[in-house]
């Protein structure tokens, strides 16, 4: 892996730093969007003004699911049981129209079900109107 990576779009430097660097504090929800697999959960609107902020993000591996209690509550479209990982992929959140989860491989949830989901709070990206980083 790379030492530094330089993300460009449209022939313009979005951001350089290393692989870590770039995940843990994306300067702008377009490099935010960009690392990590999967993409980064970007929420705007009421929820993200809670937060002082135009967007919030949150990675999917930063988000506890849970089938009994959260903040968010969502019903499960499709679950990838691939192991050691469930990915999720949450409806009906009010947040945004598909919201990624990785979870514990473990998580029996189908196709329905309801689920509530946990950010963990010190993983929230917070974006200003333009995209740009906040803090």
């Known amino acids: 892996m790379a030492d530094k990576i330089v993300v460009l779009r449209a022939g313009n430097i979005e951001q350089v730093g290393s692989p870590m660097e770039l995940y843990r504090t994306p300067r702008n929800t ?4 960009f690392i990590g697999s999967p993409k980064m959960n970007l929420i705007e ?3 993200a003004g809670k937060y002082g902020a135009h967007t919030i993000g949150i990675r999917p591996e930063h988000i506890l699911a849970s089938t009994t209690e959260g903040m968010w509550k969502g019903r499960v ?3 990838e049981h691939l192991g050691s990982d469930t990915f999720l992929h949450v409806h009906d959140t009010g947040l945004m129209e598909t919201m ?3 979870a514990s491989g473990e998580m ?4 329905g079900d309801t689920v509530w989901l946990n950010p963990e709070m010190d993983k929230l990206h917070k974006f200003d109107a333009t995209g740009m980083r906040i803090g």
Do not use: I, P
């Open 77 to 79: 479209g499709v679950s």
């Open 108 to 111: 029996d949830v189908r196709h």
């Open 100 to 102: 990624t989860v990785r």
């Open 30 to 33: 377009f490099v935010a969007g």
């Open 45 to 47: 609107g009421k929820e």
